[in-house]
């Protein structure tokens, strides 16, 4: 099921309520419609995110079709059991990222999401989250929670392109 949020009318309340969020495919095998997107955004290489807990989920598969599909990866695993959303996860995203990348792929939920949204913000990319858990409520927003010296704040950020949800991915999250 793909989903477009481009607001076409007033709401009864008098406004028109929108999101930058493009596209939202939930159905099981949602990874499959990866390819299409990256040709959507006539991306030739993709800059793809995860973490030990996550890239195992999908990273391999999608960077399988992708590069089937001709478009090349450049992928970036961050190895923390619990990665934290601070400086220093940011900062090893943009000393890793693939300036000739044209589209940002993160394989996550809050953490990975959050950090990557900064990335698609600050180098003006096209992204796509594939979702790990479906309790996340932050996927589209257009903002990130950061710590930043330690504490924690919400700072601007670039919402999805795209928002993946693979049943088969989500039914293997953990329950807590």
């Known amino acids: 099921m793909d989903l477009n949020f481009i607001p076409t009318e007033v709401c009864s309340c008098g406004k028109v309520h929108k999101t930058m969020v493009e596209h939202v495919t939930i159905e099981s095998g949602a990874i499959s419609s990866i390819p299409e997107y990256a040709k959507l955004y006539n991306a030739k290489k993709a800059f793809i995110i995860g973490d030990v807990n996550t890239y195992p989920l999908a990273g391999d598969k999608i960077t399988a079709m992708l590069e089937a599909n001709g478009v090349a990866c450049k992928n970036y ?46 180098t003006n990319t096209p992204y796509v989250i594939v979702a790990s858990a479906a309790f996340m409520d932050g996927y589209a927003a257009g903002s990130s929670s950061m710590a930043i010296d330690g504490v924690k704040v919400t700072v601007p950020a670039k919402s999805p392109d795209v928002i993946i949800g693979d049943i088969n991915i989500l039914n293997g999250a953990p329950i807590h």
């Open 77 to 122: 695993i961050f190895k923390e059991r619990r990665l934290e959303p601070d400086e220093k996860a940011v900062g090893s995203l943009v000393l890793h990222y693939d300036a000739k990348s044209d589209i940002i792929i993160a394989i996550g939920s809050g953490v990975i999401n959050d950090i990557s949204k900064i990335l698609a913000y600050q």
